[in-house]
């Protein structure tokens, strides 16, 4: 179904869609009848992030609200720069709200250091961090996600928003990316 540039199906839509409904139910345990909202760090969690907060509207007695931010903390390449820059801020003011912060993948945790930093400046009532997909093996700060779907392993991953050069977001499934793709 996939291209040549596509090594392996590493997580099927399916399998994001159960694991989904899995995190949405805790996220309703813990902010039972609340106001959440959910803040989507652009571009990369916007699959599963649109996929997230419908769950919990379906699933929990959460009312989600929703906010997006942008930040870049990679060039065209496959390693972060390590450095983030905040290209949009939140529309809203989340002084005394309860936050997610929604994220593709947390990999040396520095982009979500820096922005729980931030937004904890703000005073928000709570501020937590959900992410589709976790490379603990990559990690130099001090960084864990509150909720997360999947681990995965420390390989080049594209698909359900992540990308690689800005190709592969709207695959529905999250997928390896052939080495020879950025090794040329
Ligand atoms: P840090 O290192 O700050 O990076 O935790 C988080 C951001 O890095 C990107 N990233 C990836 N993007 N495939 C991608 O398409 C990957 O395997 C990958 N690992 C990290 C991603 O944008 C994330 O928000
Ligand atoms: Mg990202």
Same mark, same amino acid.
């Given at each position: 179904m996939y291209g040549k540039e596509i090594a392996k199906v590493l997580i099927t839509k399916e399998e994001i869609d159960k694991k989904i409904v899995d995190v949405a139910k805790e996220i309703g345990r813990d902010y039972n009848g609340k106001d959440v909202l959910f803040v989507c760090v652009l571009r990369g969690a916007f699959a599963f992030f649109a996929d997230l907060v419908r769950a919990v509207s379906k699933e929990t007695t959460v009312n989600a609200r929703v906010d997006f931010i942008a930040v870049s903390s /990679?060039? +065209?390449?496959?390693?972060?720069?390590?450095e983030v820059k905040f290209i949009k801020d939140l529309t809203t003011p989340i002084a005394d709200k309860n936050v997610i912060i929604v994220e593709d993948i947390v990999d040396t945790g520095v982009t979500l250091s820096y922005l729980k930093g931030i937004f904890q400046a703000r005073k928000p009532a709570d501020l937590k961090i959900c992410s589709?997909?976790?490379?603990?093996?990559?990690?130099? +700060?001090d960084l864990k996600a509150d909720y997360k779907l999947f681990d995965v392993p420390n390989e080049f991953v594209v698909g359900c928003g992540l990308d690689y050069d800005e190709d /592969?977001? +709207?695959?529905?499934d999250v997928c390896v990316l052939a080495p020879w793709v950025y090794e040329k």
């Open positions: /990679y060039g +065209a390449g496959t390693s972060s720069s390590g589709m997909l976790d490379k603990p093996s990559r990690r130099t +700060a /592969y977001r +709207a695959l529905p």
